[in-house]
């Protein structure tokens, strides 16, 4: 005698067959739109409602045969299985579309001259973004120096010593931080240096400063997420061995936690890398190279992207070059992500690896 709700439980559903029922569902739907691009005189196949229909069809399909071979329970659990991947499915197709795109375009220019040359007295060919790679790294660079220390330290004193009214008006204010348009973090920054140091002026370090009030919050909500994640048994039993609570912190919580506070930092850094308004606004735009980050206009290569798109002319080159500054800028964090997951592995406690 069965139980209600767990019919035919000792019976499956092979992996040949799923196989299967992918394979109708993706022939069935492809070819549906490729009669209807056909019908309709268009060469061109909308792959994406093919892709979508496709997973719902599988959805409904594999629904059925679980139910009538599993069981209903067996067969829900397919369903929101099925609906789990297939939303993740969709929400690739955009990104890998973008990569995709970017590469294909950006594979244009990606040659020794652009990455050995500036845009100095280039007219229309030619030309490279080394003087937006020098500014985008120079700029970066200073506004993690600046985000960094700031940002960790305020987690340290919100998670291991705040308390009272102070420590919740810096909550306050760093998820108001959270919200500010990235424009208004250049104007600060113009504004503020105007004051200081005379109206129109333009550099680099004002591109960081601009950049580190959209950094420091992400730093701080991330570190003060992994310092609570730290169990408090590992504080107390620091403190029973008499060791004072600064280096508790140094010794005991920040090492514990130290994967996951590089993990929010490069997050952050990524999150400032591709920032365009506030940058126009603070390092203007120009087509030298200037290392100098205390003095005259400096391109990053989000700005750089833009005006060589907003200035084309009626050649290619100019989106060439564009796509090409996308391309590298994708690459840059890809890097900057791959030495965090080197830097958690080999700094993570021998006990989390």
């Known amino acids: 005698m069965s139980t209600p709700g767990f019919a035919n439980s ?3 559903i092979t992996r040949k067959t799923i196989w299967a029922t992918v394979a109708v569902s993706t022939i069935v739907s492809f070819a549906f739109f490729g009669i209807l ?4 005189n268009t060469a061109k196949l909308n792959w994406v409602a093919a892709l979508v229909v496709a997973i719902a069809l599988y959805m409904v399909l594999i629904s059925t045969l679980s139910a009538i071979v599993e069981g209903r329970r067996k067969s829900i659990d397919r369903l929101i299985t099925t609906l789990l991947y297939g939303s993740f499915a969709l929400a690739m197709v955009p990104l890998l579309s973008l990569l995709v795109t970017t590469i294909v375009n950006g594979a244009k220019r990606f040659d020794l001259q652009f990455f050995s040359d500036s845009m100095r007295n280039v007219v229309d060919e030619g030309g490279g973004g080394l003087h937006a790679i020098i500014g985008t790294l120079e700029v970066t660079a200073a506004a993690s120096v600046i985000s960094i220390p700031i940002g960790i330290m305020t987690a340290i004193y919100l998670v291991e010593y705040g308390r009272g009214k102070l420590a919740k008006s810096i909550t306050f204010l760093v998820d108001v931080m959270t919200g500010i348009p990235s424009i208004v973090a250049g104007l600060f920054a113009f504004a503020l240096f105007s004051l200081i140091l005379g109206p129109g002026i333009r550099f680099g370090l004002g591109g960081a400063v601009a950049l580190s ?10 570190t003060e997420e992994m310092l609570k994640l730290v169990p408090n048994e590992l504080r107390e ?5 008499g060791v004072p609570k600064w280096l508790t912190i140094v010794k005991v919580v920040l090492p514990t936690s130290i994967a996951g506070i590089i993990t929010g930092v490069v997050i952050s850094i990524s999150r400032i890398i591709g920032e ?3 940058l126009l606004i603070i390092c203007g735009l120009t087509d030298s190279m ?4 205390f003095m005259g206009r400096m391109t990053t290569l989000p700005v750089f992207v833009y005006s060589s798109y907003a200035n084309q ?4 080159a ?3 070059r564009a796509w090409t500054g996308a391309l590298v800028l994708i690459l840059i964090v890809l890097v900057l992500n791959l030495v965090a997951r080197i830097l958690s592995k080999v700094l993570a406690p021998k006990g989390t690896r």
């Open 10 to 12: 000792r019976r499956a």
């Open 276 to 278: 365009t308004a506030p």
């Open 37 to 40: 691009a056909f019908a309709g």
């Open 318 to 320: 100019d989106i060439d």
């Open 213 to 222: 009030l959209l950094m420091i919050p992400v730093v701080v909500r991330s």
């Open 237 to 241: 039993a620091s403190y029973a061995l």
């Open 313 to 316: 002319g009626t050649g290619t």
């Open 290 to 293: 200037n290392y100098n980050l």
